[in-house]
């Protein structure tokens, strides 16, 4: 089992950044994706970005060029830098950990991003 602890979420206005963090713990070592999914009311949840166990990094197109993911495995830790944010980024956001034991989400952070 792997347990997911997000942090970071928030208020900003258009235009703004945040930061958040998740924080990864139990059977990690065999971790080899990490990423992060948002789901806005009323819609599906949807890829935002994603680091894969070589580097690999895959992002949603909407959010290319605003969005960094980053990750210290020494830490087990994934973290997604949100620059330029737009109300339309507003969602909970969930940190994602695949491994072979199974599929594993956090509990969701929101994040809210007023006009």
Request: proline residues 3%; contains cysteine; aromatic residues 8%.
């Given at each position: 089992?792997?347990?997911?602890?997000?942090?970071?979420?928030?208020?900003?206005?258009?235009?703004?950044?945040?930061?958040?963090?998740?924080?990864?713990?139990?059977?990690?070592?065999?971790?080899y994706a990490m990423g992060w999914?948002?789901?806005?009311?009323?819609?599906?949840?949807?890829?935002?970005?994603?680091?894969?166990?070589?580097?690999?990094?895959?992002?949603?197109?909407?959010?290319?060029?605003?969005?960094t993911i980053s990750r210290d495995?020494?830490?087990?830790?994934?973290?997604?830098?949100?620059?330029?944010?737009?109300?339309?980024?507003?969602?909970?956001?969930?940190?994602?950990?695949?491994?072979?034991?199974?599929?594993?989400?956090?509990?969701?952070?929101?994040?809210?991003?007023?006009?």
């Open positions: 089992q792997v347990q997911l602890e997000e942090s970071g979420g928030g208020l900003v206005q258009a235009g703004g950044s945040l930061r958040l963090s998740c924080a990864a713990s139990g059977h990690t070592d065999s971790t999914f948002r789901q806005a009311p009323g819609k599906e949840r949807e890829l935002v970005a994603q680091s894969g166990p070589i580097g690999n990094l895959n992002y949603a197109d909407s959010v290319k060029g605003r969005f495995n020494a830490k087990n830790m994934v973290f997604l830098q949100m620059n330029s944010l737009k109300p339309e980024d507003t969602a909970v956001y969930y940190c994602n950990a695949l491994n072979s034991r199974g599929n594993y989400w956090g509990q969701g952070t929101q994040v809210t991003v007023s006009s």
